[in-house]
T-cell receptor
Framework: AQTVTQSQPEMSVQEAETVTLSCTYD???????LFWYKQPPSRQMILVIR??????QNATENRFSVNFQKAAKSFSLKISDSQLGDTAMYFC?????????????FGPGTRLSVLP | DTGVSQNPRHKITKRGQNVTFRCDPI?????LYWYRQTLGQGPEFLTY????????KSRLLSDRFSAERPKGSFSTLEIQRTEQGDSAMYLC?????????????FGPGTRLTVL
């Protein structure tokens, strides 16, 4: 079974600074998908960024980028120029190949606080 | 309304009662998922529908839980004989197949409290 680990339960960063959230996962599969979701306080989860395992190039979405290390099974999220609106729970999620079904496996989350 | 909606948003019930939650996915999405999220944890997969067919069920979905998606539109999740351990946020998500993966769009959740 796949597992996702996020070793930082809580983090804080000053506004405009850069922060990196860690995620490691365990799988024996070669093809899969990785995601970072954001869950603001009392609001629904939204997708931040996704990465296909067969792509070597790290995904980037505006201020958000990932460092995908397939051999190390590591998938960290970097947030540049942090904004107060980035305050949220961040979940790393793994999706197995289609023949394993469509359900996500989520990590326990990292609570990020952006300080003014 | 272009997002996933869930009703009710909050439900308080007494142990042993039955509860039912509803999820309305994004209209063109043919896939629908239910997750359970307890405090301080990430969502845990419960079950998945493609159209009206329930294709996957987690071992977390005990025989007290049942989910339906009649006509492949909205879905309901029923919990019978609720227990205090059922207290959690129940999340619904929907998606549509695009290439080999599909982004799941989440609803706001239904928070269940069992007294």
């Amino acid at each position: 079974a796949q597992t996702v680990t996020q070793s930082q339960p809580e983090m804080s960063v000053q506004e405009a600074e850069t922060v990196t959230l860690s995620c490691t996962y365990d799988t024996s599969e070669n093809n899969y998908y990785l995601f970072w979701y954001k869950q603001p306080p009392s609001r629904q989860m939204i997708l931040v960024i996704r990465q296909e395992a067969y792509k070597q190039q790290n995904a980037t979405e505006n201020r958000f980028s990932v460092n995908f290390q397939k051999a190390a099974k590591s998938f960290s999220l970097k947030i540049s120029d942090s904004q107060l609106g980035d305050t949220a729970m961040y979940f790393c999620a793994f999706m197995p190949p289609p023949n394993y079904g469509q359900n996500f496996v989520f990590g326990p989350g990292t609570r990020l606080s952006v300080l003014p | 309304d272009t997002g996933v909606s869930q009703n009710p948003r909050h439900k308080i019930t007494k142990r042993g009662q039955n509860v039912t939650f509803r999820c309305d996915p994004i209209s063109e999405h043919n896939r629908l998922y239910w997750y359970r999220q307890t405090l301080g944890q990430g969502p845990e997969f419960l079950t998945y529908f493609q159209n009206e067919a329930q294709l996957e069920k987690s071992r977390l979905l005990s025989d007290r839980f049942s989910a339906e998606r009649p006509k492949g539109s909205f879905s309901t999740l029923e919990i019978q004989r609720t227990e205090q351990g059922d207290s959690a946020m129940y999340l619904c998500a929907s998606s549509i197949r695009l290439a080999l993966y599909n982004e799941q769009f989440f609803g706001p959740g239904t928070r269940l409290t069992v007294l």
